[in-house]
């Protein structure tokens, strides 16, 4: 029988109750725009949920967690994500709103709450066996994410699954199609509506739907309260006893602002919200739902999910060969492309395959953005972490937030044209704070690949001058002996 130690057990504890959580929220987030396409109700209430996320980021996680302790910030946070899909019972802006603002109130200390739980596992468990904390730390949040990564494997597939069984055919005509893709238009959605797979779904199939989200959340909401051990009481109470400043806390995330570099990167982390916000809202939307059906919403944001994990796992190992710069450049000219094309495209049922290809591709472009631009934050902002990962939250909720919102008034060929904009000027002012650190660097850039190969080229000269060096004195001393042993003789 395998032994599992405590801090281990905590662990798959902490990974599988954000795994059943998030393999609710996550099927509902995928299908919101579809599901509850009645006036836009689907799209405000993501919108409603960062808008909150936003608010409560800047103040309330150090507060929660300094009052109830890492494991009941984190059972409490998760029951205001699971009173989000309870109000999908009823869809209605009298349940979704309300309950949308809850969930984004407890987003934040949820997942302020499972850093912190993590990291002090990690160093109890370093501390306790002689081992290095920040390796046990690193090899701590691989198992979290390792298995929370799966949530969207298996809340579409949930989705997709019942509404491929319950969901009426679709009448689907070439009227309603070309109303679809880069046609759709806010003002088109009573003629959409035709297609019965888009608007039409009994109660009984809403109340299925919602009926195994909730358990599933409520199973990882007592996974957590009944399984999780407490904190130690001695560093609950060391933590409870320090002062905190809520207008402290907000004025650290704002005066980060005085600095330009972190105002430089505003557009391109506020571009990481809207690309997600396009994907998860619009394209689901307007060229799934519209064409196909939205029981292959699901099997789409599989597609999704499993290439960015993969991607993830690439582009990270790989940014030590080719630095930041040239990625990001990857990174741009492939979401540009996908752009143009998904612009260009008129979806049609039997181009099914087309279908999972634009999210494979969107999919390797923004596993730069979420593995690159947090590395960029911590590089750049190391000196003050706390703050600049505050930030990075922040304009991201601000680029989802702008994107469910304008999502109810503009045609698709308008978002992704400002999609394109919001892109190329990032990516701008992006090259000015590369420029400004080359400037700092004295002209030395070592995040860009020329220079990595300048660097390399520089060490291979040295150490064949260094060798030649060896080499010469070693002549000289092997001559000195010769001459040393002449004389002897």
């Not at 759709?184 to 779904?201: D, F, G, I, L």
């Not at 199973?219 to 409870?240: N, T, Y």
């Not at 704070?433 to 070592?446: F, L, T």
């Amino acid at each position: 029988m395998i032994k599992i130690d405590r801090s281990t057990k905590n662990i798959l504890i902490v990974s599988f109750g954000f795994l059943l959580l998030f393999t609710a929220f996550g099927g509902l987030q995928s299908i919101q725009s579809s599901l509850n396409s009645d006036r836009g109700l689907g799209l405000a209430s993501l919108s409603v949920i960062y808008a909150a996320l936003i608010l409560s980021s800047m103040f309330l996680p150090p507060i929660m967690i300094k009052y109830f302790g890492c494991k009941w910030t984190i059972v409490i946070s998760m029951c205001c994500y699971v009173t989000f899909t309870i109000g999908n019972f009823y869809p209605s802006w009298y349940t979704l709103i309300p309950t949308a603002i809850i969930l984004g109130t407890g987003g934040a200390p949820l997942w302020s709450a499972k850093c912190t739980y993590l990291t002090t596992c990690g160093y109890r468990y370093a501390k306790n066996h002689n081992k290095i904390g920040e390796n046990i730390v690193n090899h701590y949040f691989g198992i979290f994410f390792l298995i929370f990564q799966s949530s969207a494997v298996w809340g579409n597939l949930l989705s997709s699954l019942i509404f491929q069984y319950t969901s009426a055919k679709a009448n689907i005509t070439d009227e309603i199609l070309s109303y679809c893709g880069p046609n759709n238009c806010p003002q088109y959605e009573v003629k959409t509506a035709r297609n019965v797979t888009s608007t039409q779904h009994s109660m009984s199939i809403i109340h299925t739907l919602s009926g195994i989200y909730t358990g599933v959340g409520v199973g990882g909401v007592l996974l957590v309260a009944f399984f999780l051990d407490h904190l130690d009481e001695q560093d609950r109470k060391q933590f409870k006893g320090k002062e905190i400043n809520v207008l402290s806390i907000l004025m650290a995330t704002l005066t980060h602002l005085k600095d330009k570099r972190q105002c430089l990167l505003i557009v391109m982390t506020m571009y990481s919200g809207f690309e997600q916000g396009f994907l998860a809202g619009d394209y689901t939307k307007a060229y799934v739902t519209c064409t196909i059906g939205i029981q292959f919403v699901g099997y789409v944001m599989i597609c999704f999910g499993a290439s960015n994990s993969i991607f993830s796992m690439i582009f990270g190992k790989m940014s030590r060969y080719t630095g930041r710069m040239s990625l990001f450049a990857f990174g741009t000219i492939t979401h540009l492309a996908t752009m143009i094309a998904i612009f260009l495209w008129q979806p049609r049922p039997e181009q099914l395959p087309v279908y999972f290809v634009f999210p494979s591709l969107w999919a390797m472009a923004d596993a730069v953005w979420q593995t690159q631009t947090n590395a960029l934050y911590g590089v750049l902002f190391l000196e003050n972490k706390a703050a600049a990962f505050a930030n990075y939250r922040l304009w991201e909720s601000v680029g989802f937030v702008t994107a469910f919102a304008y999502a109810n008034f503009l045609c698709i060929k308008i978002k992704l044209i400002i999609l394109m904009v919001i892109l190329l000027l990032g990516m701008v002012l992006y090259g000015i704070v590369e420029y400004i650190e080359y400037i700092r660097a004295n002209g030395e850039s070592p995040k860009s690949i020329s220079n990595i190969l300048h660097d390399e080229h520089l060490k291979t000269k040295k150490q064949e001058e260094v060798e030649e060096e060896a080499k010469e004195e070693t002549e000289t001393t092997d001559v000195k002996s010769i001459d040393e042993n002449d004389a002897e003789k």
